[in-house]
């Protein structure tokens, strides 16, 4: 610092200068101490204070644009939810529900008298395009019906309208000329079942044909082409290992006829499944096919009913 009169150099300290006496004039004078003339400016007071009654200085931050990205995703997400909401309101309240629920998946069906107009489903498959095409071809009648006894026929479950279970088809008919429908292959053969049984996959995998009703009632169709073998020898080999089984009682057997026109000898084993209440009837026979066919009828005790079944047996549809 100079002394503005002479340009003598003069201490900061200094009141006077040394060399011609003039004061400085730049002393502060409440606490004699100098502000240097700079850039550095003093805090403006904002009037925000903090407990002890001194002035906070806080810069704002800058807002990071990875979360302002972050947010705006957020807020569009959830205004999609909103609307998918919004939208199923007004769909079920304007739609009856098929509700079908079981241990391998739920699926709700929406329809009016019109079609189906939605659905929801946790763990099974459902193209809805598809289904609202086939539900208009035969009526959401005949289609409740008709899922309902797939979904029974291949699911642990059951479904409900309004809480109440889905009315099906009489399962004790058996008047084959106008209740019952052709099913099989030209490997396996043909036999009539009620028009309200479907095919059923068994859950252990298998390479035979079944249809059932609700899982209650099942029929399967078999072959074996290996001419080693004749359909007695396989007939007596399954008697033998049943009657050795000790969760099976009540093992007979008989020869019966069987077929469309009585043309088929079969070697029939009948049995009991205690724990399961459940009886069993194989039929082991020979068809003109050079096969041996094998055809197993399986339910509760009233299965008697459904013994027009193995007994409508034939190659050809």
């Not at 309240?93 to 709700?108: A, F």
């Not at 078999?222 to 008697?239: L, R």
């Amino acid at each position: 610092m100079q002394c503005k009169k002479c340009g003598a150099n003069l201490l900061e300290t200094d009141r006077f200068c040394k060399s011609c006496g003039e004061p400085v004039s730049n002393v502060n004078p409440q606490n004699n101490q100098f502000y240097q003339q700079s850039n550095i400016q003093q805090p403006i007071n904002n009037g925000v204070g903090n407990n002890n009654g001194t002035m906070n200085n806080t810069v704002p931050k800058k807002k990071n644009p990875v979360a302002i990205i972050l947010m705006v995703i957020g807020g569009i997400v959830v205004g999609i939810v909103i609307i998918f909401v919004i939208i199923f309101s007004v769909v079920s309240k304007t739609s009856d529900k098929l509700v079908c629920k079981s241990d391998e998946g739920n699926i709700t069906i929406m329809y009016n008298e019109n079609g189906i107009t939605g659905y929801t489903a946790r763990g099974l498959s459902y193209d809805m395009d598809e289904q609202k095409e086939y539900a208009k071809k035969i009526g959401m009648d005949a289609y409740i019906t008709e899922f309902n006894t797939w979904f029974s026929t291949n699911t642990s479950g059951s479904c409900t309208i309004d809480g109440k279970k889905v009315k099906s088809e009489s399962t004790t008919n058996t008047d084959n000329t106008t209740t019952n429908k052709s099913v099989g292959d030209s490997n396996y053969g043909y036999v009539d079942v009620p028009k309200n049984w479907g095919k059923f996959y068994d859950v252990s995998g298998s390479d035979t044909l079944q249809y059932s009703y609700g899982t209650t009632y099942i029929i399967t169709l078999d072959y074996m082409d290996d001419n080693q073998y004749t359909a007695k020898d396989y007939a007596s080999n399954f008697m033998y290992n049943m009657q050795n089984d000790s969760s099976v009682t009540d093992v007979t057997g008989a020869t019966v006829t069987i077929g469309k026109n009585k043309e088929y000898t079969a070697y029939q084993v009948y049995m009991y499944y205690p724990a399961d209440a459940v009886y069993l009837v194989t039929y082991w026979f020979e068809a003109e096919d050079g096969k041996t066919h094998y055809i197993a009828l399986e339910g509760p005790s009233d299965v008697v009913n459904y013994t027009y079944i193995p007994e409508s047996f034939r190659l050809t549809k």
